[in-house]
């Protein structure tokens, strides 16, 4: 518990705030504060109470809200003893992680069958990159050749083998066919236990050769984005990243990878053909300085300027292939020596083999020439065993053979005759396909058949694979299909180098559009084929096309997340200057491992908040059953306000009435109060502002919002209608079919508007006035309070009731303002929430809080007749931050939330407990409301974070905002919907329809019976 404590000790230190203004914030007295930071009596909740108060940023306080977790869970468990069994000890690092064992169990196993210590490769990738690239031979072709690089091998072996990790990532590096897949490719597969049985490794130094186990992961990035990476590194880590943000999870993981008990070591190549490579690179080198324990080493082209070796880090070991010390000029003859003999492979014609001094002699004039690319050395000496004749390696000779890859192909081109030009034309969509490349189907011969303006089929693709052309294709397997790609990058730069590529992905682009076949007009995106779906908008972006396909949602729908995020980077970078869709648009982006029916609701929800109406509304027609539809949004992020110019601050508490038999939202906002029509967002009104129709709107004469009374804190006279600070409470009631909106905020003023028809302007007028004077006459209960709750209550003297942070509870005349009763107080020292009900046809209300002077929270229910408080309180272990009132089995119940997330149902009648559960879900605002879901009674609860319960016993920590949709009788979590903001308040409307009010505007979500299995 030491640790923790210093930990805690750490944080307040860092923040600055006093024991006091701890005490104040956290509800605690100093005593009790202090004690808990000496390390005693330590728990859950007092860890996250005490970081809410000093940590402001929400994403930062939720990575260390897991660090002290961590530690907390540490020192309350056994330790073992030094003499506890390897599955003693094994058992208490996974139950220190906090995750379910046996998920991580398997996990640790790498996968069915396989051996622990083995390395995690993706499916196909195996076969086609990194068992080739260890034999130095092409997919294929039989024979290990691999010789050399004893330099570079030595000291990435001594790395691998040596102390613990050092946050400093290796790098590979060197020009296009150097070698750099080679080298990491022997580490990987020598590093196999499988593998390493396959490997022939006599004669090589002892020092070149890794140990078994040394590394964990291995990746090829090609193609592949950041999130793509970093989720195999989560996998093999046992980090689950499925509930984190997208731009949070690079943090996610840094913050968790420490917890793990093992080394781990992850090699990625290909760094540079990634499709954020220096994105990539900034994000590896981040997990190698953070997370301890961590390996990383990295294969990659320098970059222009060396920017992608700078992005790996200034402190990067690099170990350039190109220069010496890593590169001899005899590990080039040993290589070529080796292939043209080709000892190891029988069936390959070579007119040099067992010609040993002769093959000594011409592999040592193609090095001179190859020096110091190993791919020219494999592309002469392909060529060499291919043809019948020996090469003579006289002075003249070897002045033709080719010293660059680009000659070198050319050589190899020309000598299939006639032929060339067409295998040209077959292999150049190669050298634009992304991910695993392209199908034998008429997606390559439609695209070869564009690209070149002549005509190709299927045929022409048999041909190309059956001539001595298809060594520079390799066979990788996508989702149990054969694609086929260029085998090295160099051949992809040298088939592009005569292209206009812009014009070449245009035509690319309208190709590929035109495969998705067309109903109702429109096309079907989900049947068209697999690679048109997944990189048209790659494509697209590069032919600078992509704007027309962001506006359809089938398309999104039918599309791969990570591929659409690196076509919108590839868009933006096109851009003279940053747009909207270029700073919000992969906010939109649909997450990759959603089921369509949320991918489409998730699209047209964040397309509203960030003004994309046009996707928006394109997204009903594709799905008209997604889980919940958004009609409008008025949502800011950041510093950004609401794209609609909407935005009205923190929302905090909202309320839907009736204005001539329209359904119209009334919520808090900068100071007054914003009225909305219900059915579109549009803005009516402010009430509270010396203007409060604005030219917006007009409500005509048949209604107005005027303001009946004020009551302040006793402290000055603040204006009655403009509050200048947060409203916290927004409520209204009807009595004697008239309708009133209560508003009670921080300057511990309520405010009673009466909504009614209206003569004309001057009667509004008169009535502004009259309430000014009576607001200056009136009585004002002591003492400067904020408002946390409020409620019209009907009966023989209609009331408001009202509480504050302090616990005083109010009743005031409706007609008056004037107090009814003596002013009560709540049993805590705080009061939270409050609100009404009716419990054998009298009307109640509740008051909800703390009790006593303790943390620990109650409910205390009163009779407004009396003022006076009915029976005991209903005892919470925890601080209650909302009610609300219902009807359950014939019964009249209270349904509570605490801070923590204890779901809590009352029977009113006996106060009595009746239902009780954790669901583990914070909330400091306590947002709560109920609705009927597709004819089931439902809770909906706004969530700030904390740990989410799985399935399987596992415990997830949320790090985002979300609305949790909870069944009523059961208290099961039904499901949540994200909301990229923190949820303050939850109103409920008729059809399904919810309010959500957040820490940046409001959002509508209509809920889908669906959301309710």
């Known amino acids: 518990m030491r640790e923790l404590a210093k930990f805690l000790r750490k944080q307040v230190d860092a923040s600055g705030k006093t024991l006091t203004m701890l005490a104040r914030e956290m509800h605690m007295s100093r005593t009790t504060i202090s004690e808990r930071l000496a390390g005693h009596s330590v728990d859950e909740r007092f860890v996250s109470a005490l970081l809410t108060a000093t940590i402001a940023e929400p994403r930062l306080r939720q990575r260390r809200l897991a660090t002290a977790l961590t530690k907390l869970r540490e020192a309350s468990q056994h330790k073992p003893s030094k003499t506890s069994s390897p599955q003693e000890r094994l058992r208490a690092e996974l139950v220190h992680l906090g995750d379910n064992i046996e ?34 031979a092409e997919q294929g072709r039989a024979g290990w050749y691999f010789t050399g690089r004893r330099r570079a091998l030595s000291e990435l072996v001594s790395w691998l083998s040596g102390g613990a990790p050092d946050g400093r990532v290796r790098v590979v590096t060197g020009g296009p066919g150097s070698g750099k897949s080679t080298v990491l490719a022997r580490i990987v597969t020598l590093a196999d236990p499988d593998l390493r049985k396959r490997t022939p490794v006599d004669g090589a130094p002892e020092a070149t050769i890794p140990p078994t186990g040394c590394v964990d992961l291995a990746v090829l990035a090609r193609g592949r984005s950041v999130s793509d990476v970093l989720d195999r590194i989560a996998a093999v880590a046992g980090v689950d990243l499925t509930t984190a943000a997208e731009g949070q999870r690079l943090h996610v993981l840094a913050a968790l990878l420490p917890a793990w008990p093992a080394e781990l070591t992850v090699v990625v190549d290909a760094l540079d053909e990634a499709a954020d490579p220096e994105d990539l690179a900034r994000a590896l080198r981040r997990l190698a300085r953070d997370a301890t324990g961590l390996r990383i080493l990295v294969g990659t082209r320098p970059g222009p300027r060396n920017s992608l070796l700078t992005a790996c880090g200034h402190d990067a070991r690099i170990i350039d292939l190109d220069c010496h010390p890593w590169l001899e000029p005899n590990d080039l003859a040993e290589y070529v020596c080796r292939r043209l003999l080709a000892a190891d492979d029988p069936h390959t014609h070579s007119p040099y083999r067992n010609q040993p001094d002769l093959a000594a002699r011409v592999a040592e004039a193609v090095a001179e020439r190859a020096y110091p690319t190993f791919l020219i050395a494999q592309l002469v000496s392909r060529t060499l065993t291919d043809s019948d004749t020996i090469f003579d390696p006289s002075e003249e000779e070897l002045s033709r053979l080719p010293g660059t890859v680009a000659d070198a192909l050319d050589d190899y081109l020309f000598r299939l005759g006639p032929d060339h030009h067409r295998v040209r034309d077959l292999l150049l969509p190669l050298a634009y396909a992304h991910g695993t490349g392209l199908a034998r189907d008429t997606v390559w011969v439609g695209l070869a058949s564009t690209v070149a303006e002549r005509t ?18 390799e066979q990788t397997v996508d989702q149990e299909e054969i694609h086929y790609r260029l085998y090295h990058q160099a051949l992809v730069d040298y088939l592009r180098l005569a292209q206009d590529d812009h014009l070449v992905e ?53 599309a791969e997340y990570d591929e659409l995020s690196a076509a919108l980077s590839e868009r933006n970078r096109h851009l003279a200057e940053p747009d909207s869709r270029s700073t919000w648009f992969h906010h939109v982006l649909p997450h990759p491992r959603a089921e369509p029916s949320r991918r489409a609701a998730t699209i047209e929800q964040y397309a509203r908040q960030f003004g994309f109406d046009r996707l928006a509304d394109d997204v009903s027609p594709v799905a008209p059953r997604r889980l ?120 511990g003023a309520v405010r009673l508007w009466h909504l009614g028809p209206a003569v004309s302007c001057a009667a509004h007028e008169r009535t502004r006035a009259a309430a000014v004077d009576r607001w200056k006459s009136s009585p004002r209960f002591g003492g400067a309070s904020w408002i946390q709750g409020a409620a019209v209550v009907d009966g023989a ?66 009779d407004p007749v009396t003022g006076l408080p009915i029976g005991d309180p209903m005892p919470h272990d925890d601080e209650v931050r909302a009610i609300a009132v219902t009807r359950l089995h014939g019964l009249t119940v209270a349904v509570t939330r605490t801070h923590v997330g204890h779901l809590g149902i009352w029977d009113l009648a006996t106060r009595r407990l009746v239902r009780s559960r954790s669901i583990g879900l914070v909330s400091t605002w306590g947002a709560l409301a109920l609705t009927d879901i597709a004819g089931r009674r439902v809770l909906v609860l706004g969530t700030q974070g904390g740990f989410d319960t799985d399935p399987d016993g596992g415990r997830t920590m949320i790090s985002g905002f979300r609305v949790d949709l909870v069944d009523l009788a059961s208290l099961e979590r039904l499901d949540h919907v994200w909301v990229n903001s923190e949820v303050l308040s939850v109103t409920a409307a008729a059809e399904q329809l919810l309010v959500i009010g957040c820490m940046c505007g409001t959002l509508a979500l209509r809920c889908g019976d669906a959301l309710v299995p």
């Open 103 to 136: 998920r991580i169990a398997r996990l640790l196993e790498h996968s069915p069958g396989s051996p622990p210590d083995g390395v995690w490769f993706d499916a196909g990738e195996l076969s086609a990159h990194w068992e080739p690239r260890a034999r130095g």
């Open 456 to 473: 190709y089929t299927l045929s022409d693709l048999e041909w190309l694979l059956s001539t001595a052309a298809d060594f520079l294709v």
């Open 797 to 862: 003297r209609p009331m408001v009731v009202v509480t504050d942070l302090g616990g005083d509870v109010h009743f005031l005349d409706l007609a008056t303002g004037s107090p009814v009763h003596p002013v009560g107080k709540h049993p805590g020292d705080f009061a939270r929430t409050l609100a009404r009900g009716t419990v054998d046809g009298r009307p109640v209300v509740l008051t909800g809080g703390t009790i006593g002077e303790t943390l620990r929270g109650c409910v205390q229910m009163w």
């Open 506 to 558: 245009r035509r690319i682009t309208r190709v590929l559009t035109g495969l998705a076949p067309i109903s109702e007009g429109r096309p079907e995106w989900a049947k068209a084929p697999a690679y048109v779906r997944r990189y048209l908008s790659r494509h697209a972006a590069a032919a600078r096309l992509l704007d027309p396909l962001l506006d359809d949602a089938g398309l999104l729908l039918a």
């Open 628 to 747: 919940w539809a958004t009609p409008w949004a008025h949502l800011g992020r950041g510093k950004v306000h609401d794209v609609h110019n909407c935005c009205d601050g923190n929302i905090h508490a909202a309320t839907v009435v009736e204005v001539g038999g329209e359904p119209t939202l009334v919520h808090s906002g900068y100071g007054n109060l914003v009225v909305r029509r219900l059915s579109d967002g549009r803005r009516l009104a402010r009430l509270g502002t010396s203007h409060p129709y604005s030219p917006e709107t007009d409500f005509g004469d048949d209604w107005f919002a005027h303001l009946a009374w004020v009551h302040g804190d006793g402290h000055g006279a603040p204006s009655p209608f403009d509050q200048g600070v947060t409203v916290r409470v927004v409520t209204s009631g009807q009595v004697a079919g008239e309708t009133y909106v209560v508003a009670g905020g921080y300057d």
